[in-house]
């Protein structure tokens, strides 16, 4: 079976400018995460979205958005992006059934310049 | 606020070794606690996932532990390998279904000698 797969795997954009990170869960999982790890730290929690709601947000700027389609995957967008939001951006799946062990996918590398 | 601390941030350890890096939590009130591997530059693969009811969880080479009570979680490595080179993560999750969010630690760098 396919893990969770995210795309593009790099990307690099400009001060300003807006970017769409698209993740697909593992087939059958309904819950999607959105995690930012900045280089040196832990990831850390942006959004939860579970049948297309939007059940947790991290202490993340409003312009930081996400969206889930109803085949469970997922979109993150950026707006205005600064040199800050440079990152590996991890998507997560989880199943319906506790103990809802998260499964990550290989991340998106986004530069900033 | 739940805050995760993993000591030391770095380790380096002949081949053939055992070793433990530790995990420690602010927070008892957690539903369960994973452990992760993360090879440079690349995504989170889960180890080990310890529910808040158990107290340990083996998979071969590895052993995890969870005291909920103090606050803490080791990982065992037995018989180091080169290939066990990355960064360690430990996660908790207080989770109310359907609003699942890990706090991580900000990992212990392991480099295995040959």
């Known amino acids: 079976d396919a893990g969770v797969t995210q795309s593009p795997t790099h990307l690099i954009k400009t001060r300003g400018q807006h970017v769409t990170l698209r993740c697909s869960p593992i087939?059958?999982?309904?819950?999607v995460s959105w995690y930012q790890q900045v280089l040196g730290q832990g990831p850390q929690f942006i959004f939860q979205?579970?049948?297309?709601?939007?059940?947790g947000r991290g202490n993340f700027p409003d312009r930081f958005s996400a969206r889930q389609f109803p085949n469970y995957s997922s979109e993150l967008n950026v707006n205005a992006l600064l040199l800050g939001d440079s990152a590996l951006y991890l998507c997560?799946?989880?199943?319906?059934?506790?103990?809802?062990?998260?499964?990550f996918g290989p991340g998106t590398r986004l530069t900033v310049t | 606020k739940q805050e995760v601390t993993q000591i030391p941030a770095a380790l380096s350890v002949p081949e053939g070794e055992n070793l433990v890096l530790n995990c420690s939590f602010t927070?008892?009130?957690?539903?369960?606690l994973q452990w992760f591997r993360q090879d440079p530059g690349k995504g989170l693969t889960s180890l080990l996932l310890?529910?808040?009811?158990?107290r340990e969880q083996t998979s071969g080479r590895l052993n995890a532990s969870l005291d909920k009570s103090s606050g803490r979680s080791t990982l065992y490595i037995a018989a180091s390998q080169p290939g066990d080179s990355a960064t360690y993560l430990c996660?908790?999750?207080?989770?109310?279904?359907?609003?699942?969010?890990?706090?991580f630690g900000t990992g212990t760098r392991l480099t295995i000698i040959p």
């Open positions: 310890i529910q808040s009811s158990q």
């Open positions: 996660a908790v999750i207080i989770s109310n279904f359907g609003n699942e969010k890990l706090t």
């Open positions: 997560a799946s989880s199943g319906t059934a506790y103990p809802y062990e998260q499964y």
């Open positions: 927070d008892s009130a957690i539903y369960n």
């Open positions: 087939s059958g999982h309904k819950s």
């Open positions: 979205y579970y049948e297309k709601e939007e059940r």
